[in-house]
């Protein structure tokens, strides 16, 4: 499926074991041929703060049906780390990462009362596409509990 949100090279490991920031780094943990919810190839990273994992980071790579509900790109901190700016630091980070992959635009969902991410979408450069997008009754997002997704595009 062609789409203005996929990138170039989809299943092709750029060297990027760790990348190093000013404030983190980022570790890679694993890239899955096929991620775990959807079958999208994928990084995964820990965020490490003067080496020590604060969180995880993970960009998918392409577009299919399930990338207005999963998005390219998921994070999430420890809870005694948040609120200092590390997922905005780490977000910044992987869309470099992005930009290498041939991406010129990424999708970031989130639940429409997560302010926190919603608010680092949107520091990041990101704008609503979608508010209250439904998620498939089907799809696992449902099943937990989680009804709509606000869609989010971030320009690169």
Excluded: W
Excluded at 37 to 48: E, G, K, N, T, V
Excluded at 109 to 138: C, M, Y
Aim: aromatic share 10%; net charge neutral; glycine share 8%.
């Amino acid at each position: 499926m062609v789409s203005l949100y996929d990138c170039m090279m989809h299943e092709k490991l750029l060297h990027k074991e760790y990348i190093k920031g000013p404030i983190l780094d980022l570790k890679l943990k694993v890239f899955c041929v096929r991620d775990a919810i959807d079958s999208l190839p994928s990084y995964h990273f820990d965020i490490l703060l003067a080496g020590i994992p604060i969180g995880m980071i993970a960009l998918r790579l392409g577009y299919d049906d399930m990338t207005m509900i999963h998005g390219h790109i998921g994070y999430s901190i420890k809870k005694e780390y948040q609120g200092h700016g590390y997922s905005y630091y780490a977000l910044d980070m992987i869309k470099n990462l992005a930009k290498e992959h041939g991406y010129s635009r990424l999708i970031v969902t989130a639940e429409p009362t997560n302010l926190r991410s919603i608010k680092v979408v949107l520091k990041s450069g990101g704008r609503l596409l979608f508010e209250q997008h439904d998620v498939p009754q089907s799809h696992t997002y449902y099943v937990l509990g989680i009804k709509v997704l606000n869609v989010y595009e971030i320009l690169l």
